[in-house]
């Protein structure tokens, strides 16, 4: 630490993401990345031209791409906010509405990037703990007078609540906003957008990461009513307006055009999820029922610490999280078809 730290930030405990490892070649199971590679037409739409224009400054209003997602989303474009990647819209949207001293509700095991932004941003956090089973139990939730995030899916766990459930959640604090994160909502039957039209406290956030196989290219949206879009590019503007490039605003509204292509990969990952947790189960583990592109799986013998750092020796990374809970668990990002047997032929050995 320089001696130049302010004083507020000398305690933070950054996030921690997913090892990107270039040492050898890996099969990567360990950041839920998908394995196809983005749709045809958006590898096209990047071409010389879009490149010789880059000597300009990208949309700060990111007019194209808040157009195309709201036409797919069925909402106005005045309710659509994009960031550099949905932990840039979490982070605007956590500043923005839970700011100093505010306050801030979510599950105790969940995506590890909420703590972080609320010290970050001098929020009184309340970490809430799950069911034994790892499930979200709704009764906590219900007139908490707090401002909630939830990932539905929930990470690392992969449970999903259904929409009613959200919507008790949602309709029981009026007055306070309810962040629902749907990072990988594409792999299950809950978006929670046909609540926008009825409550004026819901965000619902999604990622260009996931199903539409676009993590490099860092784009993120968040849907809400137009008073809360307006006050996150409040925010936007008064930090850094040209939040999102121009190739990718460019790339992320043409993914919004190739929704057939996305739904194949995402019932062919959705397929292969459920013989993943198949044939784990069969090899002795005990996992959650995710509806997500990843399994949450444990071994009832074997120390998930062991079987993560023996998986990576032999070329294989999965994610293991050392916190309370959950060290007994790997989460296991669902790969292609020659990735995932890759990944059994490794861990059958190891067994
Ligand atoms: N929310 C959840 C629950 C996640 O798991 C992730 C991925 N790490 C994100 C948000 C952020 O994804 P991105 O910034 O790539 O959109």
Redesign the pocket.
């Known amino acids: 630490m320089s001696r130049f730290l302010a004083p507020a930030y000398h305690n933070l405990v950054p996030y921690t993401p997913g090892e990107q490892l270039n040492d050898r070649k890996y099969i990567k199971l360990n950041?839920?990345e998908s394995p196809f590679p983005p749709a045809p037409g958006v590898c096209r739409v990047i071409d010389e031209g879009r490149m010789r224009s880059l000597n300009l400054y990208s949309d700060p209003a990111l007019t194209a791409l808040t157009g195309s997602l709201a036409e797919s989303f069925g909402v106005s474009p005045k309710q659509v906010f994009c960031g550099n990647?949905?932990?840039?819209v979490?982070a605007f949207a956590i500043m923005a509405f839970c700011g100093k001293g505010g306050t801030l509700a979510c599950p105790d095991i969940s995506?590890s990037?909420y703590p972080v932004y609320a010290d970050l941003f001098g929020v009184k956090l309340t970490q809430i703990p799950l069911a034994e089973d790892f499930t979200i139990r709704v009764s906590d939730y219900v007139g908490i007078g707090k401002n909630i995030v939830i990932?539905n899916p929930n990470?690392p766990t992969g449970l999903s609540l259904s929409v009613k459930e959200v919507e008790t959640i949602v309709a029981s604090n009026p007055e306070h906003l309810v962040i629902i994160?749907e990072?990988?909502v594409d792999f299950s039957n809950d978006t929670c957008v046909s609540l926008l039209s009825r409550y004026d406290n819901l965000m619902v956030?999604q990622?260009?990461?996931k199903s539409r196989s676009l993590?490099g290219l860092?784009v993120?949206f968040a849907l809400a009513s137009e008073a809360i879009v307006e006050d996150l590019n409040k925010i936007k503007f008064s930090f850094n307006p040209y939040n999102i490039n121009t190739l990718s605003i460019t790339a992320a509204s043409q993914a919004m055009r190739e929704q057939a292509y996305y739904d194949e990969c995402v019932a062919q990952i959705v397929a292969q999820r459920e013989k993943t947790k198949k044939r784990l189960a069969d090899l002795g583990f005990v996992l959650t029922d995710s509806k997500t592109n990843f399994v949450f799986a444990s071994h009832p013998e074997k120390k998930a610490e062991m079987l993560y750092k023996a998986l990576k020796e032999r070329g294989v990374l999965v994610r293991h999280f050392n916190a309370p809970r959950i060290k007994d668990y790997l989460r296991i990002t669902i790969g292609s078809e020659e990735q995932m047997e890759g990944f059994f032929a490794e861990l059958t050995r190891i067994l």
């Open positions: 950041t839920n990647g949905s932990d840039d979490l995506y990037f990932a990470a994160d990072a990988y956030v990622t260009f990461s993590a860092r993120g």
